[in-house]
């Protein structure tokens, strides 16, 4: 009783200005914290190597870049349906099938990785061979890492997935600081080092938590109904996002080759590059909106629809959740889409000087940025839903658009450099907004047929048994 009053005069205390500042923090924190902290690490290093040997370190980092994109295309589909289906399996109290499952996603994503990323850089690089087992490492490293990251998102942990973040990036810097490497291979093992620290953490703690017995490979994640149509739709969404980045790098003209594996587009990698860095912004706004404002209303949705409670109640949520889904794309729009317009202002009076060549390249990109983070919203309200043929259309049309509206952009000439993702961002948030308008209008029929669905199944088990 004394421990009970003294937390609660504790927490009186507190101004509720200074707690909700804190929780803002958090949350943003956990929403592009990963990113901004990588962004950090990646230019202090940049600016090092710099500064010694008066040159930026180019091959390391479109090793990063290649890594990365290769990574989040090869594990986005498959930590996807992991992370859907963990959580029907934590509801029904399997813990030892979240550990065995773990293990075998583990399997299977290391050794697309590791395959993969071998057969590419040792066929077409020319790099040197550490340099090629660093790539391959590196590569792998990541794509655990995007697993990690996915299954602690699914367990409400994303505080202490951000807590081994922030150890393995101050590890990473505490090592380049200590060592100053100047060459790409002792880079490449700075930084591969500070991603493995979160990697391995996360580990640590799921099997700690989850293993109760010997494990086994579980492929059931797999088998799950809707589960290919789910890891296409990643699979799709991912590629689509690396899309028109790979028709500027390797297309005659505007892409540069460091060799017949590592291609670049200076003038638009670094404009995109920061392009997708100021939509941080629109991500935590996606997350909140996500977090506070759309899984709360739906889930008291089915519980209330599951347990038969009146229409009135149904209607109450369902109207929530609508109004939820309005209020967060109106912030994307007004918000993010705000602070796009004000930097564009800037750039036109040049009070902002940008390091490109290319006066128009940013400005279509910046702007294509909002409709994708838009688009990014009602993509993540369509996979809560479980809407995977909305799912696969809408991202499918978007890696095909992008990719297409890109070819026709370089055709067309500089001009229109950057006109292709956002076309293609504008074109997929409209259809996104109308599949997300459709699935919710009919939200009670989609539940109810699945609650019948499972009752069927149930009842099939039981007459079998």
């Known amino acids: 009783m004394p421990g009970t009053i003294f937390l609660l005069e504790r927490r009186t205390k507190k101004p509720l200005l200074t707690l909700s500042a804190v929780r803002e923090a958090g949350d943003s924190f956990e929403a592009i914290g990963p990113w901004f902290l990588t962004v950090f690490s990646l230019v202090v290093m940049g600016l090092g190597v710099s500064i010694i040997t008066g040159k930026p370190p180019l091959l390391f980092y479109l090793m990063i870049t290649y890594g990365t994109a290769l990574s989040l295309i090869l594990s986005s589909p498959l930590h996807s349906m992991f992370a859907r289906y963990l959580a029907d399996e934590i509801f029904l109290g399997h813990l030892q099938e979240v550990a065995s499952g773990m293990l075998a996603l583990t399997v299977l994503v290391a050794g697309l990785s ?5 057969l590419m850089i040792f066929y077409f690089s020319t790099i040197s061979a550490a340099l090629k087992v660093g790539f391959v490492a590196l590569t792998t490293i990541l794509s655990l890492l995007w697993c990690i990251s996915s299954v602690f998102s699914a367990l409400q942990k994303e505080r202490l997935m ?3 973040f922030i150890g393995g990036v101050s590890f990473g810097l505490c090592l380049f600081l200590l060592l100053k490497p100047r060459g790409t291979e002792r880079l490449l093992l700075v930084f591969s080092i500070g991603m493995l620290v979160p990697t391995a953490g996360g580990y640590g703690y799921l099997v700690k938590l989850y293993m109760r017995e010997k494990l086994f490979l579980n ?3 797999l088998r799950k109904k809707g589960a290919v149509r789910l890891g296409f739709s990643l699979f799709s969404f991912t590629l689509g996002f ?8 390797f297309f005659p003209g505007t892409g540069d080759a460091y060799d017949p594996f590592f291609h670049y587009s200076a003038e638009y990698d670094f404009p995109f590059f920061i392009a997708i860095t ?3 912004i629109g991500s935590l706004l996606v997350y909140k909106g996500m977090k506070r404002r ?3 209303p739906y889930e008291a949705f089915v519980y209330k629809l599951y347990n038969n409670f009146p229409f009135r109640e149904l209607a109450l949520e369902k109207f929530r959740l609508v109004q939820g889904i ?3 794309s109106s912030s994307i729009l007004l918000f993010y889409g705000g602070l796009s317009l004000l930097v564009l202002f800037f750039l036109y009076f040049r009070s902002i000087p940008f390091p490109w060549k290319n006066p128009f390249v940013f400005h279509y990109l910046l702007l294509g940025s909002i409709f994708f983070s838009l688009y990014f919203f009602y993509f993540l309200v369509l996979q809560y839903l479980d809407d995977f043929k909305g799912l696969v259309l809408l991202n499918t049309l978007f890696l095909f658009t992008n990719s297409g509206f890109t070819f026709i952009s370089i055709k067309l000439g500089w001009k229109f450099f950057g006109t292709g993702f956002m076309a293609a961002s504008v074109i997929s948030a409209l259809t996104a907004f109308f599949l997300v308008n459709g699935r919710v209008g009919g939200l009670e029929y989609e539940v109810f047929r699945k609650a019948v669905e499972e ?4 009842k099939g088990k039981g007459s079998n048994g």
């Open 455 to 458: 009752q069927r199944k149930e």
């Open 162 to 164: 951000f807590k081994l």
């Open 219 to 221: 492929w059931a994640f």
């Open 326 to 328: 309005g209020q967060v």
């Open 294 to 296: 759309i899984t709360g």
């Open 114 to 118: 590791l395959g993969l990323s071998s």
């Open 278 to 280: 100021l939509m941080m």
């Open 242 to 249: 690396w899309a028109d980045k790979m028709v500027f790098w």
